[in-house]
């Protein structure tokens, strides 16, 4: 399984924001995330709601991956030494795949 899609797979149900490569910010509960980073939100609200006041009826949303710029976390939810660990990991996993296909 990816690394960033088992990671953002353990923030469901967190509160983050996501801003997209149009500007626009949305915070809302994360529901569901994808293979691909898509991402499923709820209780949505934007911060600028004067900019964009048909969003404030809308109470979820699905956001392609694609087109997300950041996706700005809790620092609280984040465990940054297992989250190094995990790409140190990931990336030995891939030089030995290199060194097994180099071999044959």
């Given at each position: 399984?990816?690394?960033?899609?088992s990671?953002?797979k353990?923030l469901v149900?967190k509160?983050v924001?996501?801003?997209l490569?149009?500007?626009?910010?949305v915070?809302?509960?994360?529901?569901?995330?994808?293979?691909?980073?898509?991402?499923?939100l709820?209780?949505?609200?934007?911060p600028d709601?004067?900019?964009?006041?048909?969003l404030?009826?809308?109470?979820?949303?699905?956001?392609?991956?694609?087109?997300?710029?950041?996706?700005?976390l809790p620092?609280?939810?984040v465990?940054?030494?297992?989250l190094?660990?995990a790409?140190r990991?990931?990336?030995?996993?891939?030089?030995?795949q290199?060194?097994?296909q180099?071999?044959?």
């Amino acid at each position: 399984m990816p690394l960033f899609y088992s990671f953002f797979k353990s923030l469901v149900g967190k509160e983050v924001i996501v801003e997209l490569k149009n500007d626009l910010c949305v915070c809302g509960t994360l529901d569901s995330v994808d293979q691909y980073l898509n991402v499923k939100l709820s209780d949505i609200s934007v911060p600028d709601p004067d900019k964009y006041p048909h969003l404030l009826s809308v109470k979820n949303c699905f956001i392609r991956g694609s087109v997300v710029r950041y996706v700005q976390l809790p620092a609280e939810e984040v465990d940054t030494a297992l989250l190094q660990d995990a790409t140190r990991k990931e990336a030995m996993q891939g030089k030995q795949q290199q060194q097994q296909q180099t071999a044959s």
